[in-house]
């Protein structure tokens, strides 16, 4: 295969889009990391059946910034941790 200048370009072109591929896949990971630190996490599911709350209530936790939670592959993710500590911080409210 000859390298001319329009191969070149096309070669340099796609090891570009390979390097944005993986740089998005690390970026991923790192968040899959910071977001797990070694505790469990909740999916929405997990919650709803936990709290016995709408998936709208869930959103509005969120929004409100009542209960923390991390985005994972489009997915809502809660560590259980922080799940504990919302519950604690409602029922204080109540006492």
Known sequence: MEI???NLEVIVERLFDKLDLT???IDRLLNHDACLKGDELLDNQDLI???KV???TLQRYRSQ???PYCNL???S???LTDVNKFID???MGIK
């Open 73 to 75: 592959y489009g997915k």
């Open 54 to 56: 709408s998936h709208r």
């Open 4 to 6: 001319n200048k329009d």
């Open 89 to 91: 911080d409602q029922f």
């Open 65 to 67: 910034g009542k209960l």
């Open 49 to 51: 059946g936990m709290l």
């Open 23 to 25: 740089d998005k896949k």
């Open 77 to 79: 993710f809660y560590r």
